[in-house]
């Protein structure tokens, strides 16, 4: 016997505060060198009034103040010209 059901799905998308979450999980994941899973696992969502998901909860990114220093001095290349 086959039943064939309906069902109403809604649909969402990510906002850009959402996408931005999720690239910070991953830098953070990157940087301390762990599993970006649970961090994925333990946001909280809910919806802005467009129908995109927005994270209650991103991810804090703490930095050293040598990995500061190293960002820092990455910024700070100056491009040379010769003729």
């Given at each position: 016997m086959t039943t064939n059901t309906?069902?109403?799905?809604?649909?969402f998308t990510l906002s850009d505060q959402a996408v931005?979450?999720?690239?910070?999980a991953l830098q953070?994941?990157?940087m301390?060198?762990?599993?970006?899973?649970?961090t994925l696992?333990?946001?909280r969502l809910t919806t802005d009034g467009d129908n995109t998901l927005v994270v209650v909860n991103p991810p804090l990114v703490k930095l050293s103040h040598e990995d500061a220093q190293t960002l820092a001095a990455a910024g700070n290349t100056t491009d040379t010209e010769t003729e």
């Open positions: 309906t069902t109403d799905l809604n649909e931005g979450t999720v690239m910070m953070k994941s990157l301390e060198q762990s599993d970006i899973v649970p696992k333990g946001f």
